[in-house]
């Protein structure tokens, strides 16, 4: 077993690892962005708990569901904010707008409804240019260790225009292009 790490060793290995989490986090399909605030100040591992329970029960409704979140707590109140990206609301190709838009909008009731420990002070559809995933990624962001990033469910890559079927890179046979 070789020495221990320095202080400084363990710091660049953080920012090397978390360097990376964002372009990972930013491969994925999201759909929709939130903001979740506790109305009593819960402990760190309560806040994961609680997160995770929104999550399953988000997942009776969209089977295919799966989020990345990171919390934080507010630099004025103190209280928890959990910043959360939501995917996999369709369990098929997203519709054409404006059914799309619509979809989201049944989505975004649906998450503030099953939110019951506080309240959903932003939904809304994802947008990559927001700087949503920067912010969640970093972690000098971060006011408690205890609840770093973390990923729900199975993640859906996203295809860069082709929404072909794909095992492993490889296109599947007989599938339209």
């Known amino acids: 077993m070789g020495k221990p790490w320095t202080e400084v060793e363990k710091a660049q290995w953080t920012k090397a690892v978390w360097r990376a989490v964002g372009p990972w986090v930013a491969s994925f399909r999201w759909q929709l962005y939130g903001i979740l605030t506790f109305a009593h100040p819960p402990r760190p591992e309560t806040v994961q708990k609680q997160v995770t329970q929104w999550l399953t029960n988000m997942q009776t409704h969209y089977p295919r569901l799966f989020a990345y979140w990171s919390a934080d707590q507010g ?103």
């Open 75 to 177: 630099p004025v109140s103190d209280r928890w904010n959990v910043h959360v990206l939501l995917g996999g609301l369709f369990t098929t190709r997203p519709p054409p707008e404006p059914h799309y838009g619509m979809a989201l909008q049944v989505a975004q009731q649906t998450a503030s409804h099953l939110w019951r420990r506080g309240q959903v002070v932003k939904v809304e559809r994802y947008a990559s240019w927001g700087g949503m995933i920067s912010y969640m990624t970093q972690p000098h962001t971060w006011a408690d260790p205890e609840v770093p990033g973390t990923l729900f469910g199975t993640p859906i890559r996203k295809s860069h225009g082709r929404d072909r079927p794909r095992i492993a890179g490889v296109v599947l046979p007989n599938t339209p292009r």
